[in-house]
Structures are given as structure tokens and as C-alpha cells.
């Protein structure tokens, strides 16, 4: 584990297409609002920044999924995002992905490993 990981939150607090976790990483021009959600059983995290106009995807504090669970869904544009890789399926930025966070599951955490310095 790096020496600059810095805990999210507790393994707990995530449920596979549950309510996410939001979260501030170092990035260029400083902090930069992200998020980690659950996806069959694996953690993902990325900025929580739309790739068709930077704005914020959660409905409210947390709610990234769209009705089905399977989708990330920006609630300004309903830009529908696959929460394992952050890649835009459907809408105005089909083809463009969300800016990946790296993170690590380890000893019953959530771990941010790595800051962002170039967004």
C-alpha cells in the first residue's frame, strides 16, 4: 500500500449498485470533487464530473445509479456512464469517459491511492 493512501470509507458503506461515496482528491488547481461506487462486487471510483459538461452526476448526495443499477447516470444530462470502466454509452458524450480515481479494497477500506495533478 502506498505511503499517500488516505481512507475513504469503510468496505461497508458500499453496495453493489447502491448509493456512492463522494470524496475530494488533490488534483491541479486543487481539490477535485470524485466518487466510489460498488459494481458487482468491485469498487470504482472517478471524478464526479460529467464528460459532456462539467457538472456534478449525482441526483443527490450519492445517487449515481439509474433505476436499473447497472448504469452511472448524470442527472443534468441523462448521459448514461458503465460503472466498470466509465465509458459513456448513451447521450450527449457517447464515446467519452469519466476520469478514473485510482483506488484500492484493502483490509475492510477503501483506499484512494494515487492524487489526480493533471485535470
Not at 4 to 11: E, F, G, L, P
Not at 76 to 89: K, M, R
Request: charged letters at 20%; one cysteine or more; proline letters at 6%.
Amino acid at each position: 500500500m502506498a505511503e499517500d493512501a488516505r481512507v475513504i470509507c469503510d468496505s461497508g458503506a458500499l453496495v453493489s449498485g447502491g448509493p456512492g461515496v463522494r470524496f475530494s482528491v488533490p488534483a491541479a488547481g486543487g481539490d477535485a470533487p470524485a466518487f466510489v461506487v460498488r459494481f458487482d462486487g468491485k469498487v470504482h471510483a472517478y471524478l464526479n464530473r460529467c464528460a459532456h459538461v462539467p457538472v456534478q452526476l449525482d441526483w443527490t448526495d450519492g445517487a449515481f445509479f439509474d433505476y436499473s443499477k447497472l448504469y452511472l447516470i448524470c442527472s443534468t444530462h441523462g448521459a448514461i456512464y458503465l460503472p466498470y470502466s466509465g465509458e459513456c454509452v448513451t447521450g450527449p458524450c457517447t464515446g467519452k469517459r469519466l476520469v478514473p480515481v485510482a483506488v484500492e479494497e484493502r483490509g475492510g477500506q477503501v483506499l484512494l491511492i494515487k492524487d489526480i495533478h493533471d485535470v
